[in-house]
């Protein structure tokens, strides 16, 4: 159990919590390039915590120009082994109202003009995704929900737009058809990443607006989202504190997160070149450098 250590992607706010002592930054590098911020290394009740600013802090970088690898790679690189993605996201149902938080537990991917593999060169992989979320962390996040006594939804549908810019009409009303539930533009291909990396990931959503197909929600504009998430800002930080205590009590050592790539490879290993073997390094060693 020792070995688990827990990572938060979010906004910049989410670490800003008085109780998390010994601060510590990290500045890495990877050969994908650098992660969009410095990692925070931080201790909150005995347990080693790491916190990345996913837009950076400030919010500067794009949703389409996050370096998705950079960031996994980089976690890998501390030994981070499970990842809670915190994301703000629109309502595509009357019943997710804004305030409410949404545990993912499936992907639709619509981005196309972003990096989604670590496996582009040379060694080719296929990892499942047929099930994107790590059920033990995912009841260790409904359990943290629960003890602020947060309004939520276990198990909901996440599309993932490209952006920056919010949805037309039309596409709004075409995911809301395939019985989507919120709709964003971050969790991807950084679930695809983390399983690739062998990282067990969850994602809570925070619903900050509906999306333009509710009649008093057409224009959705970023001071809504704001307000909604400063409201949310406190829950959400508690939610992360009883994460934090709690996640290693649901740590299943039979997630097929944990070896996945054991069966993903399909590279001959004649084909693969030391160059790309020391890419890999941090993501694939384990299985690459048997």
Known sequence: MANNKLAIIGGSGLYDVEEFKNRELFH????????SDQILKTDFNGKEIYFLPRHGRGHFINP????????????????????????????????????????????IDRTFARKKTFFE??????????????????????EAIKKEKIDYQRGGTYVVMEGPQFSTLAESNLYRSWNA????????????????AEIRYASISMVTDYDCWHPDHENV????????????????????KNVIDI????????????????????????????????????????????
């Open 28 to 35: 890495l590098k990877t050969p994908w390039g650098n992660p």
């Open 64 to 107: 389409s120009n996050i370096n998705f690898r950079a960031n996994i790679d980089a976690l890998k690189q501390l030994g981070v082994t499970d990842i809670v993605s915190v994301s703000a996201v629109g309502s595509l149902k009357e019943e997710l109202a804004p305030g409410k938080f949404v545990i993912v537990d499936q992907f």
């Open 121 to 142: 060169d040379e060694i080719v992989a296929h990892v499942s995704m047929a099930h994107p979320t790590s059920q033990g962390l995912m009841n260790a996040c409904e």
């Open 181 to 196: 539930d919120v709709i964003g533009m971050t969790n991807m291909p950084e679930a695809k990443l983390a399983r690739e």
């Open 221 to 240: 504009d970023v001071q809504q989202v704001i307000k909604i998430l400063l409201s949310n800002a406190a829950k959400a930080k508690n939610m992360i």
């Open 247 to 290: 996640f290693e009590n649901y740590v299943d050592p039979k997630d097929p997160t944990n070896n996945c790539l054991d069966v993903a490879i399909i590279t001959a290993p004649e084909k693969r070149t030391q160059k790309t073997i020391d890419k890999l390094k941090t993501v694939a060693g384990r299985v690459l450098n048997k």
